[in-house]
């Protein structure tokens, strides 16, 4: 069993900054890549940012230059550093995981949310 535990989530004013973290525990022989995904209210959930191990990110171009996605192996946690906020980044927050099960299974699992409200 895997849970991803996402926290810092909330309303901020416009041009302000939020950081979001997700710790992953359980039981897991490893974590390969984690990232952040969004829905907002009546949209699809799409991506915002990854990092493999390695530390290779990839954000959307909604994110560029205003998001920051780092992890900590160590502590299997995924942050995110948004500064710059807009209106448009108003939503539903998931942290998300690839990661090898102890029987050497792949795996994908997701948080449950944290929301940002960000008011035009």
């Known amino acids: 069993q895997v849970q991803l535990v996402e926290s810092g989530g909330g309303l901020v004013q416009p041009g302000g900054s939020l950081r979001l973290s997700c710790a992953a525990s359980?039981?897991?022989?490893?974590?390969?890549?984690m990232g952040w995904y969004r829905q907002a209210p009546g949209k699809e959930r799409e991506l915002v940012a990854t990092i493999t191990s390695g530390g290779s990110t990839n954000y959307a171009d909604s994110g560029k230059g205003r998001f920051t996605i780092s992890r900590d192996n160590a502590k299997n946690t995924v942050d995110l550093q948004m500064n710059s906020l807009k209106p448009e980044d108003t939503a539903v927050y998931y942290c998300?995981?690839?990661?090898?099960?102890?029987?050497?299974?792949?795996?994908?699992?997701w948080g449950k949310g944290t929301l940002v409200t960000v008011p035009s």
């Open positions: 998300n995981a690839d990661l090898v099960t102890r029987t050497y299974y792949a795996l994908t699992s």
């Open positions: 359980g039981s897991f022989f490893r974590i390969n890549a």
